[in-house]
């Protein structure tokens, strides 16, 4: 492997926001924190910069205690148990995590209560007696979540402790109207209680500084904050009544646990020291990269947390860094990439009211790549934006056409023309030499964009290259050329694989599956090797054997995909459980023996049979997606089973009058059929 010499090798700590343990993300969640971590991640380390990738599961906290509580069952267990499924769906989104953890790990556990004894000696913690809410029958105080009520803004009925949920209002459960226990119902009483606060305050002019200092965060991120130091910063109470949690190690403090926003956002330190010290044990490279001042922290998140990121984590870091050695100094924040809300056609997200995908459903839906492309190519950098089934189907149209059907021409003529073998360099005249410029430039142009979080132009520009490539191949018509003179139209098809690898490597950030195909038709470099500056009019010589290409993408059914979807949707609820029917409800169905008289291809239609049936008394169309799994002979003069009395339904056009009826497993299908010979029309009871 080519050792890359960089002048400026930077140090980066890339993390994404902490996904709260107890739900999955959705897709808003994924392209504002994870998926857009990866993409910077993996172009760093493409361009030779060393990066450490963070993040992990936030596992302490009230909702996760109070289904532990309701379900009666540890919620350390509960947490692990998302946490395992979380990780999982990373996993199967490519997200090339260095590490994914969780907060409930002992190195974690064991830097907090340290970080925040030090915050302690160097005097910024103070104690404070107040009133809060006590249910009686749990025994139990109740802070956040632990109690709701109706919202003294806006009288919303189901307002929880800390936040209402209709008009946004951050409260305390002393707000609440009418507040019950959110594990027993009863109505708490008032009770005397001492919580350890962080004197914000105290770092208010510091804070200011470092914000005002700092040109790299965006403007808009600049302005919040500054705004909310305006306001003054409140004295912000970091400990809770729970069980569930980081136990607090002030002097006094046995009952009380670490608020979870105050200990989750350390998660970014200790999953680095975790990852030193356990996946590579090499301890030190975890003040390696903390403890270096040049270090470029970067913080992937939705626009709620930038406060958090920007304020209230660094406090932490001034707070803890008095007194310290500057090689023990940790690092203050570099920057935050932060994104607006992404909605569903144009409504809020919503798991109860079923709005909306989340990642582990849109894998079922769609091949990965797809997704990822969409998702960055849509990114919701300056406003917020829709996730739209008609620009999903749109942004297939893109990868087909453009960037697809750009390679797959270009090398299928390799291979039929030039005996896979790139062809040989001549001459270039004007438009070739305007293309290799092109070529030559590309990285730069989508890397500049990139090291400015611009994922979403990067990504458009990266297309803008393929189209580029698409009308350079038309204006030289090589087809045409070839007749004439072969070796120019070879010239135009050595450029063409010399841009079809730039978009592997271009790519490879966005789309890793994709890149690696591209790369092992094109017969060259591992994903893994991938050099960002290594794009050239050169990449590939002359003579080079590549193999013969598949398509890279295929046209999605997004009508079928919508329909699946709505499947997915309606059968959520019931998800596990089964539903008894009853013997009268059962004969409610007429399944019957039906002959197979005639089957056809539907147009336009790649998965559809129309199939006309004998069913004895009456003959009738079906429509049946049995394309991909049975030749037209073999259904041919088949008896099959029928449900015949299911509500019509229009397929591209064509009315189907009842359903086949056949077993499904993954992607095989087998239909039914008899077991003994009985004419058409025959009852399955
Ligand atoms: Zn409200
Ligand atoms: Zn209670």
């Not at 361009?47 to 302490?60: A, I, N, P, R």
């Not at 556990?109 to 107040?130: A, P, R, S, T, W």
């Not at 290799?436 to 990504?459: M, P, Q």
């Not at 059914?557 to 459980?577: A, H, M, R, S, V």
Request: charged share 30%.
């Amino acid at each position: 492997m080519i050792k890359l010499v960089t002048k400026n090798k930077n140090k980066w700590v890339v993390t994404s926001a902490w996904p709260y343990v107890n739900a999955i993300p959705h897709l808003g969640n994924l392209i504002g924190s994870t998926l857009s971590a990866d993409v910077f991640a993996r172009f760093l380390r493409m361009k030779g910069d060393e990066v450490v990738f963070v993040s992990g599961s936030d596992s302490h906290g009230t909702p996760i205690s109070i289904e532990a509580k309701k379900l009666n069952v540890p919620a350390e267990e509960l947490a692990f148990k998302y946490h395992n499924i979380i990780k999982d769906l990373h996993e199967k989104w490519q997200i090339s995590f260095d590490n994914y953890t969780i907060t409930h790990n002992p190195i974690h556990i064991e830097f907090v209560k340290k970080m925040y004894l030090d915050i302690q000696k160097n005097g910024y913690i103070l104690e404070k007696e107040i009133e809060s809410l006590y249910c009686k029958q749990d025994d139990l105080f109740l802070p956040d979540r632990f109690v709701e009520g109706i919202c003294p803004h806006c009288n919303f009925e189901d307002a929880r402790g800390d936040q209402c949920d209709n008009c946004q209002r951050l409260l305390t459960p002393l707000d609440l109207i009418k507040p019950k226990c959110a594990v027993c119902g009863h109505t708490p009483t008032i009770k005397k209680t001492k919580h350890w606060y962080l004197d914000l305050p105290k770092l208010q002019d510091r804070l200011k500084n470092l914000i005002e200092e700092n040109e790299i965060i965006p403007a808009n991120a600049r302005q919040m904050c500054l705004n909310s130091i305006a306001e003054g910063l409140p004295e912000r109470a970091i400990t809770r009544d729970l069980e569930w949690g980081i136990p607090a190690p002030f002097e006094n403090a046995e009952d009380k646990t670490i608020y979870v926003w105050f200990e989750a956002v350390l998660g970014y330190i200790t999953a680095v020291k975790e990852w030193a010290e356990k996946l590579i044990n090499d301890p030190d490279k975890f003040n390696y990269f903390w403890n270096d001042p040049t270090t470029k922290t970067v913080f992937f998140i939705g626009k709620d947390n930038i406060i958090f990121h920007l304020i209230v984590f660094p406090a932490l870091l001034l707070a803890y860094n008095d007194n310290k050695k500057e090689s023990e100094k940790l690092v203050l924040p570099y920057n935050v990439s932060s994104t607006e809300w992404l909605m569903y056609e144009n409504q809020k997200f919503s798991k109860s009211r079923g709005i909306g995908i989340w990642i582990d459903e849109a894998l079922e839906l769609a091949p990965l790549d797809y997704w990822r492309f969409s998702l960055v190519y849509n990114r919701m950098e300056k406003s917020d934006a829709s996730f739209l089934w008609s620009e999903f189907d749109n942004n297939n149209k893109i990868l087909n056409d453009v960037i697809g059907n750009f390679i797959h021409r270009s090398m299928t003529f390799i291979n039929k023309q030039f005996n896979n073998k790139i062809p040989e360099k001549i001459e270039p005249d004007e438009v070739d030499k305007a293309f290799i410029l092109k070529i030559t430039s590309i990285s730069k142009k989508v890397g500049d964009l990139l090291e400015k979080f611009e994922l979403r132009k990067a990504l458009r520009e990266i297309v803008n290259f393929g189209r580029d490539g698409n009308v350079y191949l038309n204006e030289k018509a090589p087809w045409h050329l070839i007749k004439k003179n072969k070796k120019a139209a070879g010239y135009v098809f050595n450029l063409c694989a010399q841009a079809s690898y730039a978009l592997a490597v271009l790519l490879s950030p966005f789309i890793p599956g994709t890149s690696e195909k591209i790369l092992s038709y094109l017969n060259t470099s591992k994903l893994s090797e991938l050099i960002w500056d290594s794009i050239s009019e050169n990449s590939l010589k002359a003579g080079h054997f590549i193999k013969k290409p598949e398509p890279l993408f295929q046209k999605l059914d997004i009508e079928e995909i919508k329909q699946k979807y709505e499947q997915l949707k309606e059968g959520k609820p019931n998800e596990g459980e089964k539903e008894i029917i009853s013997y009268d409800e059962f004969k409610k169905l007429d399944i019957r023996v039906a002959l197979v008289e005639k089957v056809e291809k539907v147009p336009k239609a790649d998965k559809l049979y129309n199939l006309s049936i004998d069913l004895g008394t009456e003959k009738r169309t079906l429509v049946a997606g049995l394309a991909e799994h049975y030749k037209i002979e073999d259904l041919q003069g088949k008896k099959i089973v029928v449900l015949t009395n299911l509500e019509p339904r229009k397929l591209k056009g064509i009315l189907s009058k009842g359903m086949l009826l056949a077993a499904v497993e993954n992607d095989k299908v087998s239909i039914l059929i008899l077991d003994r010979d009985l004419p058409p029309g025959a009852r399955i009871e």
